[in-house]
């Protein structure tokens, strides 16, 4: 078991920069794979970028080449950096944490707003 807890959200305007952080209760060298995942009123919740234990990464479309998610295994703390933020990049952030292949975690979300 492993509990999320999701920072960094805001207000910004377009073109800017953000960094989520998701703070874990427990060591992440052995998760499996971490993602972030947003939700936008009306919508669905989307992926937007999962890295593995091994470092291997994936981005939905929309934000490759803008977004990039990293983890520092000393701090069992997972980030994502996102930068050229566009006004549909707004959404409520949540981290997922993924145990034994089958066992998802999720954060409470934080509110990202991109507008100016």
């Known amino acids: 078991q492993v509990q999320l807890v999701e920072s960094g959200g805001g207000l910004v305007q377009p073109g800017g920069s953000l960094r989520l952080s998701c703070v874990a209760s427990r060591s992440i060298v052995s998760i499996n794979t971490m993602g972030w995942y947003r939700q936008a009123p009306g919508k669905q919740r989307e992926l937007v970028a999962t890295?593995?234990?091994?470092?291997?990464?994936d981005y939905v479309d929309s934000v490759k080449g803008r977004f990039i998610i990293s983890r520092d295994n000393a701090k069992n703390t997972l980030y994502l950096q996102m930068n050229s933020l566009k006004p549909e990049d707004t959404a409520v952030y949540y981290c997922?944490?993924?145990?034994?292949?089958?066992?998802?975690?999720w954060g409470q979300g934080t509110q990202v707003t991109v507008s100016s």
């Open positions: 997922r944490a993924t145990l034994f292949a089958t066992l998802n975690y």
């Open positions: 890295m593995t234990s091994g470092g291997t990464t």
